[in-house]
């Protein structure tokens, strides 16, 4: 008989192994690993079973969730009982039970392991998408079940555990509404079991940590989302804050009066690694408004079969600015299109970044879905000490290079520059 007093929103989790994933989201300070820990440590108390404890550095497991086990066997006054050893680094259980731990970085070690049915993913979202699915081959056994449990902090959107658990914009792919589980807290779906946790769910927790939480609200906006509210979001400063989405409909009832030179074509091209990426845009020159009312969004395509695709400019005589590859160019002109490239010179890539920062309004249609997956949350790197670097982001976004490149020739007057003119025939003394 084992008594622990534990945090009633991690009751039901503990003792629940009817479902094949389980997946704990939650803010710093949440208790959510160290009730993952206690989760595992009683069922190997129950049962034989092997368990594969995984980081994606191996360096990191000592201090965190080899520690947890230490800290967990010692309150449950099993010491002697249950054994953590160092070299190498596992817990053996009187009744055969073992915990191993592994980091992703040293792969061929997970080789040599097997009859393991229980796997634990600490901060999966540092763990490479790769390597998740390399895991998902490693849990197998003749009768016990199988589980995979994954905890993590909820960082971008953009990282594999939002788009393989929640929402993936690429594929147009909806498995659950992360608002859903901020609001329930506990959702079973798809043999899934989402658990979210914030640092109020921690009854253990003093209040000056949760004070300290809070005070990131004022500094440190992206962190307190994480830490604080347990939420996935933007990581970062946006590059675009000013775009947005429209119904389709309503994109296009905009653009009747806007005059054929304001009507724009971009393209970046693409093959293995980057995608051949074209953008049909409106300019409204007056309110200094941008629209996004088309694009082609592919790669692993020959300039052939692009020429194929994309035939209807050919039809409609459409001028396409494009990167600067002149063999690429030529090749479809000769096959009919007018195709031009656009101007690079030194700083271009900054250049064309504050260019379109200076639209007021960027509009795209709800049907253009690459472009809003790769512009909406899109934010800049930062160096070591967290400094912008104005020129470069957290993806390789192609629809922003085919607006620039859809841009060339045109200028979008700087506010700076237009209150530094003055009318005609007055003197500045």
Same mark, same amino acid.
């Given at each position: 008989?084992?008594?622990?007093?534990?945090?009633?929103?991690?009751?039901?989790?503990?003792?629940?192994?009817?479902?094949?994933?389980?997946?704990?989201?939650?803010?710093?300070?949440?208790?959510?690993?160290?009730?993952?820990?206690?989760?595992?440590?009683?069922?190997?108390?129950?049962?034989?079973?092997?368990?594969?404890?995984?980081?994606?550095?191996?360096?990191?497991?000592?201090?965190?969730?080899?520690?947890?086990?230490?800290?967990?066997?010692?309150?449950?006054?099993?010491?002697?009982?249950?054994?953590?050893?160092?070299?190498?680094?596992?817990?053996?259980? %009187?009744?055969?039970?073992?915990?191993?731990?592994?980091?992703?970085?040293? %792969?061929?070690?997970?080789?040599?392991?097997?009859?393991?049915?229980?796997?634990?993913?600490?901060?999966?979202?540092?763990?490479?998408?790769?390597?998740?699915?390399?895991?998902?081959?490693?849990?197998?056994?003749?009768?016990?079940?199988?589980?995979?449990?994954?905890?993590?902090?909820?960082?971008?959107?953009?990282?594999?555990?939002?788009?393989?658990?929640?929402?993936?914009?690429?594929?147009?792919?909806?498995?659950?509404?992360?608002?859903?589980?901020?609001?329930?807290?506990?959702?079973?779906?798809?043999?899934?079991?989402?658990?979210?946790?914030?640092?109020?769910?921690?009854?253990?927790?003093?209040?000056?940590?949760?004070?300290?939480?809070?005070?990131?609200?004022?500094?440190?906006?992206?962190?307190?989302?994480?830490?604080?509210?347990?939420?996935?979001?933007?990581?970062?400063?946006?590059?675009?804050?000013?775009?947005?989405?429209?119904?389709?409909?309503?994109?296009?009832?905009?653009?009747?009066?806007?005059?054929?030179?304001?009507?724009?074509?971009?393209?970046?091209?693409?093959?293995?690694?980057?995608?051949?990426?074209?953008?049909?845009?409106?300019?409204?020159?007056?309110?200094?408004?941008?629209?996004?009312?088309?694009?082609?969004?592919?790669?692993?395509?020959?300039?052939?079969? #692009?020429?194929?695709?994309?035939?209807?400019?050919?039809?409609?005589?459409?001028?396409?600015?494009?990167?600067?590859?002149?063999? #690429?160019?030529?090749?479809?002109?000769?096959?009919?299109?007018?195709?031009?490239?656009?101007?690079?010179?030194?700083?271009?890539?900054?250049?064309? #970044?504050?260019?379109?920062?200076?639209?007021?309004?960027?509009?795209?249609?709800?049907?253009?879905?690459?472009?809003?997956?790769?512009?909406?949350?899109?934010?800049?790197?930062?160096?070591?000490?967290?400094?912008?670097?104005?020129?470069?982001?957290?993806?390789?976004?192609?629809?922003?290079?085919?607006?620039?490149?859809?841009?060339?020739?045109?200028?979008?007057?700087?506010?700076?520059?237009?209150?530094?003119?003055?009318?005609?025939?007055?003197?500045?003394?």
């Amino acid at each position: 008989m084992i008594e622990k007093e534990v945090n009633p929103h991690f009751e039901d989790f503990i003792f629940d192994w009817n479902w094949k994933t389980y997946l704990t989201v939650g803010g710093y300070g949440s208790s959510k690993s160290y009730h993952v820990a206690l989760k595992i440590l009683l069922k190997c108390l129950e049962e034989k079973r092997k368990v594969l404890v995984i980081r994606e550095v191996f360096e990191t497991i000592r201090d965190s969730t080899y520690a947890l086990f230490e800290e967990l066997i010692s309150d449950l006054e099993l010491d002697g009982v249950v054994k953590p050893k160092v070299s190498p680094m596992r817990i053996d259980f %009187p009744n055969g039970s073992q915990i191993i731990f592994k980091g992703m970085d040293k %792969p061929w070690k997970l080789k040599s392991i097997h009859n393991v049915t229980i796997i634990w993913i600490e901060e999966a979202s540092e763990l490479k998408y790769e390597g998740y699915k390399e895991l998902l081959g490693r849990a197998r056994h003749p009768s016990l079940s199988i589980h995979f449990l994954l905890s993590t902090n909820p960082v971008g959107k953009d990282n594999w555990v939002y788009t393989h658990f929640f929402i993936d914009e690429l594929k147009d792919i909806i498995t659950l509404d992360d608002e859903e589980l901020y609001k329930e807290r506990n959702i079973i779906k798809n043999n899934v079991y989402y658990h979210h946790s914030v640092a109020d769910d921690n009854l253990f927790l003093p209040q000056s940590y949760i004070e300290q939480l809070e005070e990131l609200k004022v500094y440190d906006p992206d962190l307190y989302r994480i830490a604080r509210r347990g939420r996935f979001g933007v990581n970062g400063t946006r590059v675009l804050p000013q775009f947005q989405v429209k119904p389709h409909d309503e994109v296009m009832a905009k653009l009747g009066d806007i005059p054929q030179r304001f009507l724009r074509v971009g393209m970046d091209f693409g093959f293995v690694d980057s995608y051949n990426a074209i953008l049909r845009m409106a300019i409204d020159d007056k309110n200094k408004y941008l629209y996004i009312y088309w694009e082609y969004y592919k790669k692993d395509t020959t300039d052939d079969v #692009t020429a194929e695709e994309i035939k209807e400019f050919k039809e409609t005589k459409e001028l396409i600015r494009a990167d600067n590859e002149p063999k #690429t160019i030529k090749y479809f002109n000769l096959q009919g299109f007018r195709m031009v490239a656009a101007k690079k010179g030194p700083n271009s890539r900054l250049q064309n #970044t504050k260019k379109v920062k200076r639209f007021k309004k960027i509009i795209c249609s709800d049907k253009c879905k690459n472009a809003i997956r790769e512009l909406k949350n899109l934010t800049y790197k930062t160096d070591k000490l967290g400094n912008i670097i104005p020129d470069e982001f957290n993806i390789d976004p192609h629809t922003f290079s085919a607006i620039w490149y859809g841009l060339d020739g045109y200028e979008v007057a700087d506010i700076k520059e237009k209150s530094n003119e003055r009318p005609k025939g007055v003197r500045r003394k």
